[in-house]
């Protein structure tokens, strides 16, 4: 294996999370979309890899099963989904020893053949998502998730310069390590190319073949369109096959939301619920996000200076306000997603049925909650707070603590207890 250069690795909050479960465990699956950069953070552990994106690589080992299962450890298994049989080799491995770091296992997309077993209680799956704010660089944080869950409501403090621009940048600019100091325009054009081969490459190899690039294509954009929203399948449905006169029915084309899925490029929020909530008439659908807003920004084609003129840009009934706003929304969800999975908690959101009430995130772990808005906005009003007010008075003393995450300059607490963070000041 070639050596590696510490000083070029930004480590990830996921990073802990790995060596954690390496220590514990023989079996752990890294998750998530292509470029997030699983492979790196993979093979600075491994002391044997086999890439099966290599079609020499791929030829032995199909000629040659067991050597996958071969080798100094631990043994790093690159895009298993290529050779599906390869999880159930490690599997069978660890049955006969089940010594902690053995192997470490990396996809970006389901395989076109499931393997005959789940790997349940052998091969642990660890999600990895691009690169939150945090791990951006772009400030250092003063307020911890992880802190605010705990309870107690601490004090904030904290400065950021961090202005409206910045996120604007943040947003079109993506979390994909390899890609971040790339120009703009460069940018633009390797997310295009990485779509390209989202729908003309990978959706073949999950054995997708029928499927048509240019519909699947179609349906990304509409999700897309209806970042964090909650728009029903209908309204997306109508707006992915939009011209077409005769529509097709639900069980036809709830393929396409689940292929997207298991690429990892749409990746929900889903509706929280709890048994013995003193609330009712909760929507039960997911609020909607691509795997990166850069994604969404690039399929919508909106670059920073699109989303920051003085005519903003919007999408139609997704988006009655700037498009930028759920875009950020959907940059910060991505944050928390990363630092609330740290944490052990669990992300979701919280609507009720005749769209009065809203909490945009719900986190929640070990019998905590964190209510929290997300808000375009650099100083929020009580207005802006309402539904965290309301959710702390329904939900006490299971909300510990209530957080509005802002584009403003000041973390603060405001008259209400409620915690003020800019996005910029928010860490695990």
Not at 72 to 81: G, L, N, S, T
Not at 222 to 237: D, F, L
Not at 394 to 423: C, F, K, L, N, S
Request: hydrophobic share 40%.
């Amino acid at each position: 294996m070639a050596d590696w250069n510490e000083s070029d690795y930004r480590r990830r909050v996921v990073d802990d999370e790995l060596d954690f479960l390496l220590g514990a465990l023989p079996a752990v699956s890294l998750e998530g979309p292509r470029a997030v950069g699983k492979t790196w953070t993979a093979q600075r552990r491994a002391r044997t890899v086999y890439n099966l994106d290599d079609p020499a690589t791929l030829a032995l080992i199909q000629a040659n099963p067991d050597r996958l299962t071969q080798g100094e450890e631990p043994i790093f298994i690159d895009e298993w989904q290529r050779y599906p049989p390869a999880w159930d080799l490690v599997r069978r491995a660890v049955d006969t020893r089940s010594t902690p770091g053995r192997f470490l296992l990396a996809g970006s997309t389901a395989p076109a053949t499931p393997p005959t077993h789940s790997g349940a209680g052998r091969i642990v799956t660890l999600r990895m998502r691009p690169l939150s704010i945090y791990e951006r660089q772009i400030e250092v944080p003063s307020v911890s998730l992880q802190e605010l869950l705990d309870g107690g409501r601490p004090p904030l403090s904290g400065h950021t310069d961090v202005a409206l621009e910045r996120y604007a940048d943040e947003v079109c600019t993506g979390g994909f390590p390899g890609w971040r100091s790339a120009d703009p325009k460069v940018q633009r054009a390797v997310f295009g190319g990485y779509l390209d081969r989202a729908v003309d490459h990978d959706v073949a190899l999950m054995g997708h073949r029928a499927r048509q690039p240019s519909v699947v294509r179609r349906w990304l954009t509409a999700y897309a369109a209806a970042t964090s929203t909650t728009a029903t399948y209908e309204t997306i449905r109508d707006a992915a096959t939009s011209g077409q006169g005769d529509k097709p029915a639900k069980s036809t084309t709830i393929a396409y939301r689940d292929l997207l899925e298991a690429m990892w490029l749409v990746t929900p929020v889903q509706a929280w619920w709890s048994a013995g909530n003193p609330l009712s008439r909760l929507k039960r659908g997911p609020k909607h996000h691509l795997a990166d807003p850069a994604l969404a920004a690039r399929l919508l084609d909106v670059t920073a200076g699109d989303l920051l003129s003085a005519a903003p840009a919007t999408v139609g009934a997704f988006h009655p306000g700037p498009l930028l706003g759920a875009l950020f929304e959907s940059l910060v969800t991505l944050s928390i997603e990363v630092y609330g999975q740290a944490a052990g908690a669990r992300v979701s959101h919280l609507r009720t049925w005749n769209d009065t009430r809203e909490v945009d995130l719900i986190v929640q772990g070990h019998q905590r909650m964190l209510a929290m808005e997300i808000k375009l906005v650099s100083t929020p009003t009580r207005r802006d707070t309402r539904h965290l007010r309301w959710i702390a008075e329904q939900m006490d003393p299971e909300v510990v603590d209530t957080v509005i995450v802002t584009t403003g300059q000041h973390a603060y607490r405001d008259q209400d207890g409620i915690a003020v963070v800019p996005a910029a000041l928010l860490g695990p």
